[in-house]
């Protein structure tokens, strides 16, 4: 899919029966993605038109070069993507929507931080 079809993919939601969750398992398949093709060709994501086109949305004090570097780099560590997602359960709150996690749910992704460290 071209770069205007992953954005409308990423961000739809309202038609998605997991509603929010849906929609953070498909950005981080984008996500995924666009490792898998700093993988392949670093230069073809860290083009400069490419740069441009999400430089509205994207803020950072790492230069062109150095993120060329990263990728370049650390691109073997792309082989070994691992994705989760915290579920919690939906409260409203003054009218606003939240996601509140339990203990449980804190501690396990707390272990698997500290698991993917070590």
Known sequence: MDGAQALQFSRMRYDDP???????IRQQ??????????????SSVLSNDF????SDNVRSNI?????????????????TINRDQMTGTGVMIDG????EMSQDEITRV?????DATN
Do not use: C, F, M, W
């Open 18 to 24: 997991q509603g929010d969750y849906g929609r953070q």
């Open 29 to 42: 398949l984008v996500i995924e993605s666009v490792i898998n093709e700093l993988k392949d060709d670093p």
């Open 51 to 54: 740069l441009n086109a999400v």
């Open 63 to 79: 230069s062109l070069t150095s993120l060329r570097n990263l990728a370049t780099k650390y691109r073997d560590s792309a082989q």
């Open 96 to 99: 606003v929507s939240y996601q």
């Open 110 to 114: 707390h272990n698997e931080i500290i």
